[in-house]
């Protein structure tokens, strides 16, 4: 396990040098998941503070040096308790595969579920899936299929009309569901998010409290979610003073301060750039899987090229109806082809020309790039 902190901590260190901010971010979750020396992780986050504000290349390739030092101490001095807790986690689990059960990590199943309303004659029908915890779960599809309706009854905030549906890991040893214990394990970011009152801080540490976060532990988890969604320069502003983008980092840190086991989000990249969108998305997918504290993440989108890079496994919702294309390692495997999406500079008789000896199918151009199918060799 050393030398997997080792890999780990090197592979920061060259982050860092490259990507200052986003090795910083890592290291956080690395000295949070199993430093022995609970201060390491408070003085990663002081220093990616100061490296924010380092006026000279030279200051801060020094701080860059000292979250280096932090990074290989945490790699030789570890939380041996936190790295026993994983590998046996690790071997329940490998267990659990090998005799084909992984209800271990199923946060939420759906069988057949159903949701009508006979006003408008719109019928939700879903296929059966699996969330699990380290998971993210893409649902993509055009407005107005039925996604928001979807994610809400998982959420618990609306019934359904058919089929089963279950929380395997929140269920108690008599197997029976309690939703006031239930709901304590759910976050919902809805696409409309709601007003709130007082400073982004206070929010915060109020919503770190009442879920049972507090005194220095309240601290310690609202500075590492505030640090590590970059929401720093904004803690004392109010809902009026932020943009749609840091409003929407407000509400997973609300989400992910006390640790939510399924996180649940409705189109959060609506109102984000393109920058803005990765970097959410890749922080989503290190928050679902980290080794302490994994959480099944549902994001649903029309973002499909992005939401794919980050998912595991992926839906797809059309009028009413959700297909569950599975993980993302079997995507494609019954594909009858292969499609090709590309741009360039050539006219479509002078790109038909260069193309003459190569062994393809179709092209044809789509009104901003040319798609060229072949078979699958």
Not at 33 to 47: F, P, S
Not at 67 to 84: F, M, P, S, W
Not at 96 to 121: F, G, M
Request: glycine share 6%; hydrophobic share 40%; net charge negative.
């Amino acid at each position: 396990m050393n030398q997997q902190l080792r890999n780990r901590a090197q592979l920061i260190k060259e982050l860092l040098g490259q990507q200052p901010e986003t090795g910083a971010d890592l290291l956080m979750d690395f000295a949070r998941q199993y430093a022995a020396h609970t201060n390491l992780e408070d003085e990663v986050i002081l220093l990616k503070l100061e490296l924010l504000d380092a006026a000279t290349p030279e200051e801060q390739t020094a701080i860059q040096g000292d979250l280096a030092t932090i990074a290989d101490k945490v790699a030789q001095n570890y939380d041996a308790n936190a790295v026993q807790d994983i590998l046996a986690r690790e071997q329940a689990l490998a267990e659990k595969i090998q005799a084909q059960d992984s209800d271990e990590r199923v946060v939420v199943r759906t069988q057949n579920l159903q949701k009508r309303y006979r006003s408008t004659n719109f019928e939700l029908q879903c296929e059966d899936v699996d969330f699990r915890l380290g998971e993210v779960t893409g649902l993509v599809g055009e407005n107005a299929t039925g996604k928001s309706i979807f994610l809400r009854i998982l959420a618990g905030d609306l019934a359904h009309d058919g089929g089963d549906l279950r929380y395997p890991l929140f269920q108690d040893d008599d197997k029976r569901l309690r939703w006031n214990k239930l709901k304590q394990q759910i976050a919902y970011v809805p696409q409309e998010l709601p007003k709130w009152r007082g400073t982004l801080l206070d929010n915060i540490r109020y919503e770190a409290a009442i879920h049972g976060i507090k005194g220095a532990d309240n601290r310690k988890a609202v500075d590492y979610i505030i640090e590590r969604l970059g929401l720093h320069e904004h803690t004392e502003k109010s809902w009026q003073q932020l943009s749609g983008g840091y409003k929407l980092r407000f509400a997973l840190a609300k989400a992910l301060v006390w640790k939510a086991r399924l996180l649940i989000i409705d189109e959060p990249l609506a109102n984000l750039d393109i920058k803005t969108q990765i970097v959410v998305l890749n922080d989503l997918r290190n928050l679902a899987k980290s080794l302490r504290q994994p959480m099944a993440i549902v994001i649903s989108s029309q973002h499909l090229h992005e939401i794919e890079a980050v998912a595991d496994q992926l839906l797809f919702m059309r009028g009413g109806k959700l297909e569950n294309l599975g993980e993302r390692s079997t995507w494609g495997e019954e594909r009858s082809h292969n499609t090709f999406e590309f741009g360039c500079a050539l006219s479509y008789a002078e790109l038909t020309e260069r193309l003459s000896d190569f062994p393809h199918e179709k092209l044809w151009y789509d009104g901003r790039h040319y798609v060229l199918e072949c078979s699958r060799e």
